[in-house]
């Protein structure tokens, strides 16, 4: 049985933690609202410009629509989506193992000759992929401090270029989409090539442009396209502070109930060392009395 001094260290070791744990609760929650308020905000935004962007794209010629354009899927690119930092329950984890599945199931072979490259967007799924070998690249692992609507626009653009260019065939994204404080679920959305309409319908919406096509579809798709990422990660950052005010919480529950088992702990050795004390002083009495 432990000592009266070590489970008073253990329970004061315990009590310190779940006053952290607590305060991270708190900054969690802190941050939970503001996240959130962010994503429920540019949600409806984000659809239509999704929407419109299907549809004008359905509609334009082949040798405009460099950005629907379907390749062979030779060189691939995988966004995944993670956090900075730990302890928010497997939210890191579940990001990283939906890469690792999607390159297992659906890009086995251009993995076996590299072709799969990992844009990480914060430093756990940097470190994860980095040190395992995959060809990474690193420019906006950083995207979350500070996360802005112009930051995001120089990554989209990057992924623009990189598609145009025939850098990537394909480029796809993995994260967590914020459902609600305990829920997160994980995505896997096709960034470029843009999807066509559901359906496969042509023309479902007939558009006027003003002043003409070409102009318009200049300026609003690469819009439009830097919406959806900018959406993305606010999705991703309202789902970490769910996780971690979750995980927090849970923590703190389960120091409480640890500190319960500790001080029941502290109390029996405390009595037994009494009563052992007890039993002494009556053994050296009796002995007096013999003697």
């Given amino acids: 049985m432990a000592s009266l001094k070590e489970v008073k260290t253990r329970i004061s070791s315990v009590i310190s933690t779940q006053q952290i ?6 900054v969690a929650a802190a941050k939970l609202r503001k996240s959130q308020d962010r994503i429920i905000q540019m949600r409806p935004f984000a659809k239509e410009m999704n929407g419109i962007l299907q549809n004008l794209s359905s509609g334009m010629t082949d040798g405009d629509n460099w950005f629907s354009k379907v390749r062979s ?3 691939i690119l995988i966004l995944a989506l993670t956090s900075d930092r730990g302890l928010c329950g497997s939210f890191n984890s579940s990001t990283i193992k939906g890469v690792l599945r999607l390159i297992q199931e659906k890009y086995a072979a251009q993995q076996a000759r590299k072709n799969v490259t990992i844009m990480p967007i914060g430093k756990k799924a940097l470190e ?18 500070g996360l802005s609507f112009e930051a995001t626009s120089e990554a989209a653009n990057f992924l623009m270029d990189a598609f ?3 850098k990537f065939d394909k480029i796809e994204i993995i994260y967590n989409q914020f459902k609600n404080v305990a ?94 004390e007890i039993l002494e002083i009556v053994a050296g009495a009796e002995a007096l009395k013999a003697s």
Avoid: C, W
């Fill in 21 to 26: 744990t607590k305060a991270m609760k708190m």
């Fill in 73 to 75: 899927e030779e060189k």
């Fill in 128 to 145: 994860f992929f980095s040190k395992r070998g995959y060809p990474v690249i690193d420019t906006y692992a950083n995207l979350f401090h």
């Fill in 164 to 166: 145009r260019t025939g």
């Fill in 183 to 276: 829920t997160q679920v994980l995505i896997t959305e096709q960034y470029l090539p843009v999807l066509p309409v559901a359906g496969g319908k042509k023309h479902p919406i007939d558009f006027i442009f003003q002043p003409n096509q070409t102009e318009i579809m200049a300026g609003l798709i690469p819009k439009s396209l830097k919406v959806q990422l900018f959406k993305t990660l606010l999705d991703s950052n309202a789902s970490e502070n769910g996780a971690r005010m979750t995980a927090m919480d849970k923590a703190t529950e389960n120091a409480g109930e640890i500190l319960k088992e500790l001080r029941l702990t502290y109390n029996r050795t405390r009595q037994a060392a009494i009563t052992k």
